[in-house]
């Protein structure tokens, strides 16, 4: 059934806006929780689809945030300008493939296109080898790769050159029709040998090999075992295994796979890890494991081994109750997820950058970081490790520029002295009364939780804050006009900004109001609250369009100066561009389109149609909410324009 020679008819079969729009899967299949895959500087370290959102930031030469980022991974995952280019590919295959030399050419349009497709063609071939090689590391699978070959034999050649083979059982048998009978799990059995033995044949080095494996079972051990020790006979870099488990039917990882001299990536999941007695891995710079059961003497004699470990990660791992590390002159970053049966964690690194940990409150653990003075980002998840840093710990790193912590229920005040801190997240907070934060080049501020503590702080230099509550324990009165305790607490809060620097943006579940400036602020008396401050107007859209994605609003409200074409301006940024399907994504897939393809309809309403919506809503903090906003704003030397929205709960079925 599977050629040698034609690899890719192996799983040809389905059509390739799945394979585009696969991003959901892939973030499912992601190692580690969606808070943590949403960070930037993790997303360039792991898992493909999510590396190529961060990849693209590098070819565009721009620097992005984390939200373009998570923009990236949920409109597709992929850049416009590489979509642009992947387009363009494609056009010129689908050219070849139909014959370069028209048979008929009719007219000088024909002509002219014909010449446009062969200059574009030359433009292809003529991209230098390091940009095709980005280009080919942004495909998905060797199927693509693969295709890429038929644009020219130079686009061969940089493929066999670039040696990255991605085997992934999950999309090669969502890529065999279900109708079809066959035996998907030894057709991908055939398809990584075949494809292996043929690229072998042409080229004798693996940059990266990654194979994840959804039905192991113990008789494809000498199978795999020979793909590996294949691998390692070519001097591969980087390792990426995943293979799935049922039960105690784990695949072990062969020796082979522990003593390399060119290994530098090394990626392990759900297997088992026996102890080795020959460890040489001198060039090893990334480990990750994950799902694996681990004895502290393994760890020990594995770290032991990899003198130039930059970035170490554990990840939903068993076993392990002690973690110490030290001597890795060159580690950069650690990251501890979820290991839940960890006591211990004592890390000695002079030169770690980035610590990152993570676990459930109920098993404490203790965290020490011991000479780490070169620490810049530090992320604490774990409500009793956060109170053991906040008390004796966090002021031993000199450099902090970034502090995500998520605090203990209990905590009730919290002091924060830091010259360098550029970004400081404060999460979980219940009992928090009262924060001190003395950072004058503090430029980013969160807060979530119940509460709204007093934060005694002057916002030098900051741009952005953004506070987020969810009412459990604390019953808000829905009082029109008088506000609240949470209000009390944010008056003296927004106080501290210039209030013509800043803009409001508060939302509630269907409701988004937005102030031009700080100066008219009311609280609306609604529930589960979110609001952010922000400087620049370039934010402004970049807020808008992230809760037009999640929240499928009914109303935006703008409240500004009497004169401000401010709400005009917020009109276009959401206004139906197109009387056609919006090409914004138009690669996507049909359940991976941004917020355009469900927009029905927006306009501006006057009060009477506002509240009538508001009566006739079912959901009663958006009726509230107009009555409130009637009430409160009318009477005010102030304009307020109300936007409606109207949603289709399908995208429209324009396919692309
Ligand atoms: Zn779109």
Redesign the pocket.
């Known amino acids: 059934m599977v050629s040698s020679n034609e690899p890719m008819h192996a799983c040809s079969g389905k059509k390739r806006k799945h394979e585009m729009g696969d991003n959901a899967d892939c973030v499912e299949e992601c190692s580690r929780p969606k808070e943590i895959q949403g960070e930037k500087d993790v997303m360039e370290n792991d898992v493909n689809c999510v590396k190529e959102g961060a990849r693209l930031i590098e070819i565009q030469g721009e620097k992005c945030e984390m939200k373009d980022n998570a923009n990236c991974a949920e ?1 597709g995952g992929r850049p416009k300008e590489i979509q642009g280019e992947k387009d363009e590919m494609e056009d010129n295959a689908n050219c070849v493939e139909e014959g370069a030399e028209p048979k008929e050419i009719q007219g000088g349009m024909e002509l002219e296109k014909t010449a446009q497709s062969v200059e574009s063609m030359d433009r292809i071939s003529h991209l230098p080898d390091h940009v095709i090689h980005q280009i080919l590391s942004l495909l998905r699978n060797v199927k693509d790769a693969i295709r890429t070959s038929s644009f020219s034999k130079r686009w061969r050649s940089l493929w066999y050159s670039y040696g990255v083979l991605i085997f992934d059982e999950h999309k090669f048998a969502a890529g065999i029709e279900p109708e079809d009978g066959s035996n998907k799990e030894s057709m991908f059995r055939d398809y990584v040998t075949d494809t292996l033995r043929t690229y072998l044949e042409k080229c004798s080095q693996i940059q990266k090999l990654l194979l994840h494996m959804t039905s192991y079972d113990l008789v494809d051990t000498p199978v795999v075992d020979s793909w590996l020790t294949f691998s390692f006979a070519a001097n591969i870099k980087e390792l990426d295994l995943h293979i799935g488990f049922k039960d105690s039917k784990r695949y072990t990882v062969p020796d082979i796979v522990f003593s390399s001299q060119t290994l530098t990536g090394l990626r392990i999941s759900g297997c088992i890890l026996q102890s080795c007695s020959n460890i040489t891995l001198p060039h090893l710079q990334k480990l990750y494991l994950r799902k694996i059961h681990l004895a502290e003497h393994i760890v020990l004699n594995l770290i032991s081994c990899c003198p130039s470990i930059e970035d170490l990660r554990f990840i939903q791992c068993s076993g392990l109750k002690y973690l110490f590390v030290y001597n890795l002159i060159s580690l950069n970053r650690v990251e501890i997820h979820n290991c839940n049966q960890l006591k211990n964690v004592d890390i000695c690194a002079p030169n770690l950058d980035t610590f990152w940990f993570s676990g459930k409150k109920s098993t404490p653990c203790k965290v020490s970081l011991e000479l780490c003075k070169s620490l810049k980002k530090l992320t604490i998840e774990h409500p009793q490790v956060t109170r053991d840093f906040c008390e004796n710990q966090y002021f031993k790193f000199p450099l902090l520029e970034k502090l995500d912590l998520c605090i203990s229920d209990k905590m009730k005040s919290i002091s924060i002295f830091n010259p360098c801190l550029k970004r400081l997240a404060l999460k979980g907070c219940k009992k928090l009364s009262y924060a001190q934060i003395v950072a004058p080049n503090l430029v980013s501020f969160e807060l979530k939780g119940e509460s709204m503590p007093f934060v005694d702080f002057f916002p030098f230099c900051l741009t952005d804050a953004k506070l987020s509550f969810e009412s459990k324990t604390e019953g808000r009165d829905v009082g029109l006009g008088h506000g609240n305790k949470l209000w009390f607490m944010m008056r003296p809060f927004i106080s501290r900004f210039n209030p013509e620097g800043f803009k409001l943006v508060i939302h509630s579940n269907k409701n988004i109001i937005i102030h031009e400036d700080l100066n008219t602020v009311k609280y609306p008396p609604l529930p589960n609250l979110g609001f952010e401050i922000i400087k620049a107007s370039a934010c402004l859209e970049d807020i808008l369009y992230g809760l037009l994605r999640t929240l499928h609003p009914v109303s935006v409200s703008v409240i500004s100066s009497s004169d401000s074409k401010f709400p005009e301006s917020v009109y276009e940024m959401i206004k139906i561009k197109d009387e056609d399907d ?5 690669y ?1 897939t049909s359940k991976n ?5 469900f927009l029905k309809d927006v306009k501006f309403e006057n009060w009477e149609e506002m509240l009538d919506v508001g009566e006739a809503s079912e959901d009663v903090n958006t009726s509230t909410l107009y009555f409130w906003l009637q009430l409160s704003y009318t009477t005010m030397p102030c304009q307020m324009r109300n936007l409606g929205l109207s949603w289709n709960s399908h995208q429209p079925d324009v396919e692309t």
């Open positions: 409109e919006p090409v914004c994504c138009r996507n389109k941004c917020w355009r393809h």
